[in-house]
């Protein structure tokens, strides 16, 4: 059906009503094929509606895909008139009383199920993906969060084809049969919603290890992949009992069944899946070793597999009442692996790498199209508010929150919600509620946060009085409508010779507040936004000379890398607005400063601060997206700085030549501080033949892949005739390992103005899979945050790229939809770009056979291009 044709039905919070009808035990068996698995479903029934008529209302299985065969009632083959079978489901309009059993037999095809949603096929396995509404896909079913199944599972299969099977909970059960099958039965104890139900069958091998809980309780440990790939998994299994180490030590919390296992599928829409007691990962966050994972690959493992297993309690004990919620499980749980991986790494670095990822993706969706709440109002395909509001701005208000009630007073918080709600499903307003109690704060106005959309800006004013000595800060929300929030303000006062007079946190209630300190001598310099307590805009016309005492002074790592982001804001800003041709000497002076006070700061953090602002940042900044001429300015500040600093950068790059391959902080920053310096040497004309050659030699004697990538991608950023003979290198290398070819795929698309032309030859090539998303996104993803490439003139690249969404609409609608999101940014173009990428975007919402998850994304992309032709 058309997109035309196609309900768009919308679901809203305000409708949501509790279940009728639960299912709160169910036995299935799978009799697992590629081509064709049955699956046999018994459900206890029961009503727990108030229902006081004489007939009881029909009961409604979603199903969707599903080929039925059976339907039995407390054992009996169901009557035709009893009940009807839909392409949504199964509808029993005549129930025999309030309690009763359910039979179901169904088909499935996993072979055939390329959209990677309920039972598919992977690799050399069948596994599940459920979350949110997957389970459907499997079985008829209540597929509801707020129905809490208990789950027993029996999986038969040929052994020799899959002799590895898994399910939930504890194994209690095998056997063998002479016609080569193989039977098991799993059962969880703990009941929990069918988006937590998963099974694997493959031929799998895996790591094991063992965990003593605090209490004494042995917990046997398994990482499950393809036998090639064992060797990579030494490192998620540090990070599994790294946290649940710090789980325990934290927050009290244990993990409570006797095996814990996580299993590495190739093809996943997703990062990972926290299925209770069986987490599925994307491969790409749980196989690493230091020849073929970045730096980053090995923190995002890190934070992912702490991610995953504390959604053992936050997602999977306490769980969510409907999908309207999903900030309270996502944003909560990324907080946590947020102060985890802060405890385990640097905190500044991994605090200024999450306020990047909402500069750079939340604070536009924001902006855009998409922007919603952390807590949506409605929704029309799930699985299309997965987003960076949900998770990373949902974990913005967490932190929030425990700033102003204090981490110590959080944790009981937390504790007390957990040991309330135990078993059930919840909104967030049980979690608040918890948290008013233990701290006595009233959270009733933080409630806003959850449903103002947006990302406010706090406007800033100072006076000065030097008579009285009298030092004034009036700080504004300008945009606060009905939905007034509350602000954490973490902040320092400091004097002209670096003391600290006052510092705290500044609880903003009222639309406009104001402090003022007294008895001063001399006009004091006031940082704010430590850590970057809030997640706003500030608008704060400031000194020049204070930002540079800022980003000197700062003994907040945050707020030293902020004050020097806006001086560099300031002077291309002055470039953009006045035409500059010449650096003024501010910006270079204070990389010069870093440089030669090198000694004084951790070389990871270091290279951080030292990075230059990309252009999205840049563009959301100044609220221009020429990015053409923003690219320009960009390209010759970097030069001006690498020739004025090449004999530092020189230095600094040859002192962390020495770095091993080991993954401890020192030699991390070695090899981060090393790759910047390398990548703004390449911005040197005149040193153009010594920086290739250095660079070439670092590629090809590379003992870690993050030394590797860096040379790949600045090479793919230049236009040097070098850039083909470092690709051909790279891949020479690494053409048999998926998941580094994956980098391979990304860089040479990402930079410059055209990358659509290497696309499309990529795209062609036999190493691309359009049914693996990762390879999908290595190009489709990183052409269109390319935006040099993306807002082509000539609409080249939206057209293609709608192509593309066109394929994969057909193919896997959930990554049809991530991409189509990519769009989102043309609101910002000019009115050809808009009206080019309008044309493109029509001829997908034309499409006959256009999926839900597509149709929702291109339809609100489209309106609002409409909206703003101007």
Same mark, same amino acid.
């Given at each position: 059906?058309?997109?035309?044709?196609?309900e768009?039905?919308?679901?809203?919070?305000?409708?949501?009503?509790?279940?009728?009808?639960?299912?709160?035990e169910?036995?299935?068996?799978?009799?697992?094929?590629?081509e064709?698995?049955i699956?046999?479903?018994?459900?206890?029934?029961?009503?727990?509606?108030?229902?006081?008529?004489?007939?009881?209302?029909?009961?409604?299985f979603?199903g969707?895909?599903?080929?039925?065969?059976?339907?039995?009632?407390?054992g009996?083959?169901?009557?035709?008139l009893?009940?009807?079978?839909?392409?949504?489901?199964?509808?029993?309009?005549?129930v025999?009383?309030?309690?009763?059993?359910?039979?179901?037999?169904n088909?499935?095809?996993?072979?055939h199920?390329?959209?990677?949603?309920?039972?598919?096929?992977?690799?050399?396995?069948?596994?599940?993906?459920n979350?949110?509404?997957?389970?459907?896909?499997?079985?008829?079913?209540?597929?509801?969060?707020?129905?809490?199944?208990?789950?027993?599972?029996?999986?038969?299969?040929p052994?020799?084809?899959?002799?590895?099977?898994?399910?939930?909970?504890?194994?209690?059960?095998?056997?063998e049969?002479e016609?080569?099958?193989?039977?098991?039965?799993?059962?969880?104890?703990?009941?929990?919603?069918?988006?937590?139900?998963?099974?694997?069958a493959?031929?799998?091998?895996?790591?094991?290890?063992?965990?003593?809980?605090k209490?004494?309780?042995?917990?046997?440990?398994?990482?499950?992949v393809?036998?090639?790939?064992?060797?990579?998994?030494?490192f998620?299994?540090?990070?599994l009992?790294?946290?649940?180490?710090?789980?325990?030590?934290?927050?009290?919390?244990?993990?409570?069944?006797?095996?814990?296992m996580?299993v590495?599928?190739?093809?996943?829409?997703?990062?990972?899946?926290?299925?209770?007691?069986?987490?599925?990962?994307?491969s790409?966050?749980?196989?690493?070793?230091?020849?073929?994972?970045?730096?980053?690959?090995f923190e995002s493992?890190?934070?992912?597999?702490a991610h995953?297993?504390?959604?053992?309690?936050?997602?999977?004990?306490?769980?969510?009442?409907?999908?309207?919620?999903?900030?309270?499980?996502?944003?909560?749980?990324v907080?946590?692996?947020?102060?985890?991986?802060?405890?385990?790494?640097?905190p500044?670095?991994?605090?200024?790498?999450?306020?990047?990822?909402l500069?750079?993706?939340?604070?536009?969706?924001d902006a855009?199209?998409?922007?919603?709440?952390?807590?949506p109002?409605s929704?029309?395909?799930?699985n299309?508010?997965?987003?960076?509001?949900?998770?990373?701005?949902?974990?913005?208000?967490?932190?929030?929150?425990?700033?102003?009630?204090?981490?110590?007073?959080?944790?009981?918080?937390?504790?007390?919600?957990?040991?309330?709600?135990?078993?059930?499903?919840?909104?967030?307003?049980?979690?608040l509620?918890?948290?008013?109690?233990?701290s006595h704060h009233?959270?009733?106005?933080?409630?806003?946060?959850?449903?103002?959309?947006?990302?406010?800006?706090?406007?800033?004013?100072?006076?000065?009085?030097?008579?009285?000595?009298?030092?004034?800060?009036?700080?504004?929300?300008?945009?606060?409508?009905?939905?007034?929030?509350?602000?954490?303000?973490?902040?320092?006062?400091?004097?002209?010779?670096?003391?600290?007079?006052?510092?705290?946190?500044?609880?903003?209630?009222?639309?406009?507040?104001?402090?003022?300190?007294?008895?001063?001598?001399?006009?004091?310099?006031?940082?704010?936004?430590?850590?970057?307590?809030?997640?706003?805009?500030?608008?704060?016309?400031?000194?020049?000379?204070?930002?540079?005492?800022?980003?000197?002074?700062?003994?907040?790592?945050?707020?030293?890398?902020?004050?020097?982001?806006?001086?560099?804001?300031?002077?291309?800003?002055n470039?953009?607005?006045?035409?500059?041709?010449?650096?003024?000497?501010?910006?270079?002076?204070?990389? !010069?400063?870093?440089? *030669?006070?090198?000694? @004084? +700061?951790?070389? #990871?953090?270091? &290279?951080?601060?030292l990075?230059f602002? $990309?252009?999205?940042?840049l563009?959301?900044?100044?609220?221009?997206?020429?990015?053409?001429?923003?690219?320009?300015?960009?390209h !010759?500040?970097?030069q *001006?700085?690498?020739? @004025? +600093?090449?004999p #530092?950068?020189? &230095?600094?790059?040859?002192e962390?030549? $020495?770095?091993?391959?080991?993954q401890?902080?020192?030699?991390?920053?070695?090899?981060?501080?090393?790759?910047?310096?390398?990548?703004?040497?390449?911005?040197?004309?005149?040193a153009?033949?010594?920086?290739?050659?250095?660079?070439l030699?670092?590629?090809?004697?590379?003992n870690?892949?993050?030394?590797?990538?860096?040379?790949?991608?600045?090479?793919?950023?230049?236009?040097?005739r070098?850039?083909?003979?470092?690709?051909?290198?790279?891949?020479n290398?690494?053409k048999?390992?998926?998941?580094?070819l994956?980098?391979w795929?990304?860089?040479?698309?990402?930079?410059?103005?055209?990358?659509?032309?290497?696309?499309?030859?990529?795209?062609?090539?036999?190493?691309?899979?359009?049914?693996n998303?990762?390879?999908?996104?290595?190009?489709?993803s990183?052409?269109?945050?390319?935006?040099l490439?993306?807002?082509r003139?000539?609409g080249?690249?939206?057209?293609?790229?709608?192509?593309?969404?066109?394929?994969?609409?057909?193919?896997?609608?959930?990554?049809?939809?991530?991409?189509?999101?990519?769009?989102?940014?043309?609101?910002?173009?000019?009115?050809?770009?808009?009206?080019?990428?309008?044309?493109?975007?029509?001829?997908?919402?034309?499409?006959?056979?256009?999926?839900?998850?597509?149709?929702?994304?291109?339809?609100?992309?489209?309106?609002?291009?409409?909206?703003?032709?101007?």
């Amino acid at each position: 059906m058309s997109s035309s044709s196609t309900e768009l039905k919308p679901h809203f919070l305000e409708e949501y009503t509790s279940p009728l009808w639960i299912t709160p035990e169910a036995k299935i068996r799978f009799d697992l094929d590629l081509e064709r698995t049955i699956v046999r479903t018994d459900y206890l029934v029961e009503y727990v509606g108030d229902w006081e008529g004489e007939a009881l209302p029909g009961v409604f299985f979603h199903g969707e895909g599903l080929g039925f065969l059976s339907l039995r009632i407390n054992g009996a083959i169901a009557e035709p008139l009893q009940y009807h079978v839909s392409e949504d489901g199964l509808f029993l309009r005549i129930v025999p009383g309030r309690s009763f059993r359910l039979t179901v037999e169904n088909s499935l095809s996993p072979k055939h199920n390329t959209a990677l949603e309920g039972l598919y096929h992977s690799g050399s396995m069948l596994c599940t993906q459920n979350e949110p509404e997957g389970f459907r896909k499997i079985t008829y079913s209540i597929d509801r969060p707020d129905n809490p199944i208990r789950f027993q599972v029996t999986l038969s299969a040929p052994k020799e084809e899959f002799p590895t099977l898994l399910s939930n909970g504890n194994l209690i059960h095998s056997q063998e049969w002479e016609d080569g099958r193989q039977e098991v039965v799993w059962e969880d104890p703990f009941p929990k919603p069918s988006y937590l139900f998963a099974i694997v069958a493959g031929n799998l091998q895996y790591r094991s290890d063992q965990w003593k809980t605090k209490s004494g309780r042995s917990i046997e440990l398994r990482i499950y992949v393809e036998e090639k790939n064992l060797s990579k998994t030494d490192f998620a299994m540090f990070a599994l009992k790294e946290a649940m180490r710090w789980d325990e030590e934290t927050f009290g919390l244990e993990y409570d069944l006797d095996l814990y296992m996580i299993v590495a599928v190739d093809d996943f829409n997703m990062g990972a899946m926290e299925n209770k007691g069986l987490n599925l990962f994307n491969s790409k966050l749980v196989l690493a070793d230091k020849s073929s994972a970045t730096d980053d690959t090995f923190e995002s493992i890190l934070a992912v597999v702490a991610h995953e297993y504390f959604h053992n309690w936050t997602g999977n004990r306490v769980t969510l009442r409907n999908w309207f919620n999903l900030t309270l499980k996502e944003g909560l749980t990324v907080f946590r692996d947020q102060w985890f991986t802060e405890d385990k790494t640097d905190p500044s670095v991994k605090r200024i790498k999450d306020v990047l990822i909402l500069w750079e993706h939340q604070f536009p969706e924001d902006a855009g199209p998409m922007a919603h709440p952390i807590l949506p109002k409605s929704y029309i395909e799930m699985n299309n508010f997965y987003t960076v509001t949900v998770y990373e701005k949902g974990a913005e208000v967490i932190r929030m929150l425990s700033h102003l009630i204090g981490r110590d007073t959080f944790r009981k918080g937390l504790q007390l919600y957990l040991h309330t709600y135990d078993g059930q499903a919840v909104t967030f307003e049980e979690f608040l509620s918890s948290m008013e109690q233990v701290s006595h704060h009233s959270l009733l106005q933080f409630r806003n946060w959850y449903h103002r959309k947006g990302t406010p800006t706090l406007r800033v004013e100072e006076k000065w009085n030097p008579s009285e000595g009298t030092y004034q800060i009036k700080i504004q929300d300008s945009e606060t409508g009905e939905l007034p929030l509350v602000f954490p303000i973490q902040y320092a006062l400091f004097d002209q010779d670096s003391k600290s007079l006052d510092s705290g946190l500044w609880e903003m209630k009222a639309v406009q507040e104001e402090k003022v300190w007294t008895g001063l001598v001399n006009k004091p310099i006031f940082s704010l936004l430590r850590s970057y307590s809030a997640p706003v805009h500030l608008a704060f016309e400031r000194d020049e000379r204070e930002l540079i005492f800022l980003a000197k002074q700062e003994t907040d790592g945050f707020s030293k890398f902020f004050a020097f982001q806006k001086i560099i804001f300031r002077e291309f800003r002055n470039r953009w607005e006045q035409n500059q041709k010449n650096s003024t000497s501010d910006t270079i002076a204070l990389y !010069k400063h870093f440089i *030669e006070t090198r000694e @004084t +700061l951790p070389k #990871d953090y270091l &290279s951080y601060l030292l990075a230059f602002p $990309g252009l999205t940042i840049l563009a959301d900044e100044l609220k221009v997206y020429a990015f053409e001429e923003i690219h320009e300015i960009r390209h !010759k500040m970097l030069q *001006e700085i690498s020739s @004025t +600093l090449r004999p #530092d950068l020189f &230095s600094v790059y040859k002192e962390n030549l $020495g770095s091993m391959s080991s993954q401890d902080r020192e030699n991390i920053g070695k090899r981060r501080l090393k790759n910047m310096a390398l990548s703004f040497l390449f911005y040197l004309p005149q040193a153009k033949d010594e920086v290739i050659s250095i660079a070439l030699e670092q590629q090809k004697q590379a003992n870690h892949m993050s030394d590797e990538i860096a040379v790949l991608r600045a090479f793919c950023e230049s236009s040097y005739r070098e850039k083909e003979t470092s690709i051909q290198l790279f891949y020479n290398k690494w053409k048999a390992d998926v998941l580094s070819l994956d980098l391979w795929f990304s860089a040479q698309v990402s930079y410059g103005p055209d990358a659509l032309e290497r696309a499309q030859s990529l795209v062609s090539s036999s190493d691309f899979n359009w049914k693996n998303p990762n390879r999908v996104r290595s190009v489709l993803s990183s052409l269109a945050r390319n935006h040099l490439s993306f807002h082509r003139k000539d609409g080249a690249t939206y057209r293609w790229l709608c192509e593309c969404l066109l394929l994969l609409n057909e193919i896997n609608p959930q990554i049809a939809a991530q991409i189509a999101k990519t769009f989102q940014s043309v609101r910002w173009q000019d009115a050809k770009r808009k009206g080019l990428a309008l044309m493109a975007l029509q001829t997908v919402l034309d499409f006959p056979h256009l999926s839900r998850d597509l149709a929702e994304i291109a339809g609100k992309i489209c309106k609002d291009l409409e909206n703003n032709q101007s």
